[in-house]
């Protein structure tokens, strides 16, 4: 299995940057690919950006469009969320995940890690 985990987190002001980063354990397997979710208190754990193991294939939720980045560096076996133009309502737990195929729905993704905490104050 493979084992996440997550950095990058912190305070940011409204329309300051992030960059979060998810480092591997070890190399997943070709057909493995790698998600970003996030969930504030309260609410549900929703989508934010999905990438193919090889970079061909790249989705972004609807909020995060135009903001956000991910990218997958396979050589370091990290992937990175690149974060722009912050929100308050960007504010939320951060967690990285893989999967066996690319998806939005996080109950096909198997393993996750523990998650890196970003707060976004006006």
């Known amino acids: 299995q493979v084992q996440l985990v997550e950095s990058g987190g912190g305070l940011a002001q409204a329309g300051a940057s992030l960059r979060l980063s998810c480092a591997a354990s070890?190399?997943?397997?070709?057909?493995?690919?790698m998600g970003w979710f996030r969930q504030a208190p309260g609410k549900e754990r929703e989508f934010v950006a999905a990438i193919s193991r090889s970079g061909g294939s790249i989705y972004y939720a609807d909020s995060v469009k135009g903001r956000f980045t991910i990218s997958i560096d396979n050589a370091k076996n990290t992937v990175y969320l690149q974060m722009n133009s912050l929100k308050p309502e960007d504010t939320a737990v951060y967690y990285c995940?893989?999967?066996?195929?690319?998806?939005?729905?996080?109950?096909?993704?198997?393993?996750w890690g523990q998650g890196t905490q970003v707060t976004v104050s006006s």
């Open positions: 070890r190399r997943t397997a070709s057909n493995y690919n």
């Open positions: 995940a893989t999967a066996a195929v690319v998806s939005t729905n996080p109950k096909l993704y198997n393993s």
